[in-house]
């Protein structure tokens, strides 16, 4: 039973347009929530975070919205360049304790996104 | 921007090899896990540590093994490498810093079993 959804698998946008990815989420326990970007043949890199406390941050062309009552989040990418085309995991901490202050993380199974130049 | 490293990058292996895929940060992070991620579906945690001389598995059921015997090492090891094993491997530390915690991920290792 997946408790995180990206529901598309892939999106297009054109260059220089906003591009939104979403994410929806199953268990209220999930306190935090990352978004990661991932090249082919590399690791995850961290992009952005918000807490369960927030309902938007925003970091230069980033901006994450949660909304605890539907319990959706996403990710703004405004403007759109083709540098950021990739994979875009979302991931939810908590629900899971693992011992020693800490939660596990878990993932969607990631949008693709390709910027059009 | 975090300093996490593997080796090796790719893999092609016979099976019933035994492999060993390194796994270093220098970023003194107490805690570190190995996730198995194939094409299109989400990550999964097959193991973590919290410390040196801590391992512990994950929700992913996994024949391979973990060792901590150092803070900034944390090699996965496959005793018979099998078809089934083939996956991409990803590393990744972390530290409680503020009351959040972010994980910061290696580059990866493709395995490819024949």
């Known amino acids: 039973d997946q408790q995180v959804k990206q529901n598309s698998p892939s999106l297009s946008v054109q260059e220089g347009r906003i591009s939104i990815l979403n994410c929806d989420y199953t268990?209220?326990?999930?306190?935090?929530f990352l978004w990661y970007k991932k090249y082919p043949a590399e690791g995850p890199t961290f992009l952005i975070s918000?807490?369960?406390?927030?309902d938007k941050n925003e970091d230069g062309r980033f901006t994450v919205f949660l909304n605890k009552s539907a319990k959706h989040l996403s990710l703004h990418i405004v403007p759109s360049q083709p540098g950021d085309s990739a994979v875009y995991f979302c991931?939810?901490?908590?629900?899971?304790?693992?011992?020693?202050?800490?939660?596990?993380?878990?993932f969607g199974k990631g949008t693709k996104l390709s910027v059009i130049p | 921007e975090a300093d996490i490293y593997q080796t090796p990058r790719y893999l092609v292996i016979g099976t019933g090899k035994k492999i060993t895929l390194e796994c270093s940060q220098t970023?003194?992070?107490?805690?570190m896990y190995w996730y198995q991620q194939d094409p299109g579906m989400e990550l999964h945690l097959i193991h973590y540590?919290?410390?040196?001389?801590?391992?512990e598995k994950g929700d992913l059921s996994s024949e391979s093994t973990v060792s901590r015997i150092r803070t900034e090492h944390f090699p996965l090891t496959l005793e018979s490498a099998r078809p089934s094993h083939t996956s991409q491997y990803l590393c990744?530390?972390?530290?409680?810093?503020?009351?959040?915690?972010?994980?910061?991920f290696g580059p990866g290792t493709r395995l490819l079993v024949l």
């Open positions: 918000i807490s369960s406390i927030k």
């Open positions: 540590s919290y410390g040196v001389n801590s391992t």
């Open positions: 991931a939810a901490r908590g629900a899971r304790y693992s011992g020693a202050g800490s939660y596990q993380l878990t």
């Open positions: 990744a530390s972390s530290q409680r810093r503020g009351g959040q915690e972010t994980q910061y």
């Open positions: 268990n209220s326990m999930f306190d935090y």
């Open positions: 970023m003194g992070h107490d805690k």
